[in-house]
């Protein structure tokens, strides 16, 4: 059994203060339970996370984060006004587990 999910995830640019900037849509993740098939694994459930330039972990809470995250269109946005953040990069993540 495993979790199949998009096979790569689209880089994203965002211009600091230029209003609220829906990012990319990601694929869906499904259950593969090759070779016998079964439907005893759960739910997927998907976690995203951020991890702002100079931060060594990622961080499950976007409160206060540049970036959100829209389970229902399966998408990060992007909306700051915090002009420190100029020339920065982040890196968002996605993790599916089952539940």
Not at 19 to 33: P, Q
Not at 47 to 74: C, I, M
Request: contains cysteine; negative net charge; glycine residues 8%.
């Amino acid at each position: 059994m495993s979790i199949a999910g998009p096979s790569e995830l689209t880089d994203e640019d965002y211009i600091i203060a230029s209003g609220e900037e829906n990012l990319s849509t990601h694929g869906d993740y499904s259950i593969v339970t090759t070779p016998n098939e079964h439907s005893l694994c759960g739910d997927i459930t998907i976690t995203p996370s951020y991890k702002p330039q100079g931060e060594s972990d990622f961080s499950e809470d976007l409160n206060g984060q540049p970036v959100s995250y829209d389970p229902d269109n399966k998408r990060f946005d992007a909306e700051s006004e915090n002009r420190d953040l100029e020339g920065t990069m982040g890196n968002m993540k996605l993790v599916a587990t089952l539940t």
